[in-house]
């Protein structure tokens, strides 16, 4: 039961974060005309993925890419997407 909950948490803030960033890499993509907002996702990524690794102890690149890494990345496109379309 311990590991369903360190599951939901990671993937519930990697989402919210994830859509987040799309909306910010809309705006900094619109203000710039760069990819400034690529990289920036990214760090972001990368800074999420420590913090919840360290809630949740050490799981490992597997652990993180399965419940972390591969959800941010399609949640911060549709994100990006659903913005980029309003606009």
């Known amino acids: 039961m311990e ?3 360190q599951i939901r948490l990671s993937l519930g803030v ?3 974060v994830a ?7 809309f705006i900094i993509a619109e203000a710039t005309r760069s990819l ?4 920036l ?3 972001v ?13 050490k799981k490992g690149i597997k652990w ?5 890494l591969i959800i941010y990345l399609f ?9 980029f379309s309003m606009a």
Do not use: D, R
């Open 64 to 68: 993180w890419a399965g419940n972390g």
């Open 41 to 43: 996702g990214l760090v």
């Open 75 to 83: 949640f911060w496109l549709i994100g990006w997407t659903v913005f």
């Open 14 to 16: 990697h989402v919210v």
């Open 3 to 5: 590991e369903l909950n």
């Open 45 to 57: 990524l990368y800074v999420v993925g420590f913090a919840v690794q360290k809630v949740t102890g």
């Open 19 to 25: 859509l987040l960033m799309g909306w910010l890499s």
């Open 36 to 39: 400034y907002a690529i990289g």
